[in-house]
């Protein structure tokens, strides 16, 4: 049963690896906008994410990420849609960072 989880679940969450942040052209912080936007959606610390991400340089955020094709799509050993995930994630956390 834990290996057939695990097998549904590989695609589904960052690991944070930062595998992925060597082909962003934006040069953007993907494993930290990962973080807080996990810490805003599953461990309800909306504010304090907002926080952390208005905290990060404004080329770090993912603001641009809409209008990227996503090389870090590619890049990603576990097959994750990292591009589309960023994209909410700025739509998630941008409000404190505006």
């Known amino acids: ?25 934006g040069d953007v912080a993907i494993a930290d906008v990962m973080r807080y936007a996990m810490y805003f959606k599953y461990y309800g610390r909306e504010k304090r994410s907002m926080e952390l991400y208005a905290a990060l340089p404004p080329r770090s955020r993912a603001s641009t990420c809409d209008r990227c094709p996503g090389p870090c799509n590619t890049a990603c050993p576990f097959g994750r849609r990292v591009r589309d995930e960023l994209v909410e994630a700025h739509r998630l956390l941008s409000f404190a960072a505006a």
Do not use: S
């Open 1 to 25: 049963m834990l290996h057939r989880y695990a097998q549904e679940m590989y695609d589904r969450y960052c690991r944070f690896c930062g595998t992925c942040e060597g082909k962003c052209p």
